[in-house]
Structure formats: C-alpha cells, structure tokens
C-alpha cells in the first residue's frame, strides 16, 4: 500500500520515443543522411535494426520529423547544449552601494572602484545616499554627490535619469556601456587613407 496523501508514482515513459510516437507518419532521418516520409512503425523498424532509437525531434513539423540515434547519446547532448545556453547567459543584476552626505575620500573612491567592476561585469549601479535626522535638510548636498558619482563613471556607465529622493533616501541608477566596436565616432568621418610614399626613380646612369 502506498502511504496516505501519496499517490502512486507514474511510471516515467519516454515521450517521443520509439512506440511511445503518437504520430502516425514522420520524416524519418537515418545515421547515413537519408530522410523519408513513411509510417512510423516503419521507420522504428529501421532505427531497431540499426541498433538504435527513433526519436522525435521536430514533433510540430508537417510530418513530424524523428531521427534514429542512440537516445541516451542524444539526451546527454541535448542536456550539454541547454548547459552551454546557460552560461552564455547573463542575467543583470543591480548591485547597490550606500552613502552618506558626508562620506570621506577614502570610502568614497573605495564604493567607486566597486561600482566599476560591478559594471565592468555587466550589471547595474545603484548608488544611494541615506540621511538621517536633520540631514533630510541639506538633501541637494546628496544630489551632488550621487551627480559626482555618475560624473565619475562615465567611462563605465549611463546615468538612467535624475537623482530621485524618496523618503529619506536619495538614489540614481547607472547601466553599464556597451562595449563599442572600433568604429569612428557618430559624426566624425573615418581616418582618411594614407598612400604610402613612393620612391622617386633614380637618375640614368651616366657613361
């Protein structure tokens, strides 16, 4: 008896797989190249005498379309690509630096040397200065300082508007550069091409 509350686990089938292929023709593509349309018992017939599995591939195609390989070749190739996709991909995060209106020098460009590699690694800056009791007073003394901040990452970063107080925080966002290719500037002409000198002839010898 299974225990209460715990349905019997279902039996894991491999969909698209061999008999499990609910169509009932395929564009079946053989190890040697071929591919034809034919009747999908058919084609698991060929796939089973050549040792191998039919598997559907394409199931939305007209017909579907199933290859004969080794199935557990196939799903370890299948799980290394969708491995290799993930680390192509870079999910941007927002890494946040806090300050105070009065931060010293030294805090200061330690905070910017950390934005920097954050957006050197791809991410989003955001730098907040918090105030506390009366400081809420001298608000724009924040303002400038996250302006000075932006001001000093320009070679790393865009600023994504305006410094914004909210409460007693005030915060801007910075978005990483673009790394741009080796292109002129927007509205300045290429380097003009330069011929290189050439040699005048040399005077007839004389006898």
């Given at each position: ?184 500037p927007a509205g300045q002409p ?18």
């Amino acid at each position: 008896m299974y225990p209460r509350n715990f349905p019997p686990r279902r039996q894991n089938r491999r969909e698209n797989v061999n008999e499990f292929i609910r169509a009932r023709e395929v564009r079946a593509v053989f190890p040697d190249g071929t591919n034809e349309i034919m009747p999908t018992a058919v084609a698991l017939r060929k796939a089973q005498e050549l040792g191998l599995d039919l598997v559907l591939i394409a199931p939305t195609a007209v017909p579907p379309v199933a290859k004969a390989v080794d199935f557990g070749h196939y799903q370890y190739d299948q799980k290394k690509k969708q491995h290799d996709a993930k680390k192509k991909q870079h999910v941007v995060l927002v890494k946040e630096l806090k300050f105070r209106p009065n931060t010293d020098d030294h805090d200061y460009d330690f905070k910017k040397n950390h934005a920097i590699r954050f957006l050197q690694d791809g991410n989003r800056v955001k730098a907040v200065v918090q105030f506390r009791g009366r400081e809420i007073a001298h608000a724009d003394l924040g303002k400038k300082l996250l302006m000075r901040f932006a001001g000093d990452l320009t070679a790393y970063g865009s600023v994504e508007g305006m410094p914004r107080l909210e409460g007693r925080n005030a915060h801007i966002l910075i978005s990483p550069v673009k790394a741009a290719g080796k292109t002129a500037p927007a509205g300045q002409p290429p380097p003009a091409h330069t011929p290189p000198a050439q040699t005048p002839p040399a005077p007839p010898a004389q006898s």
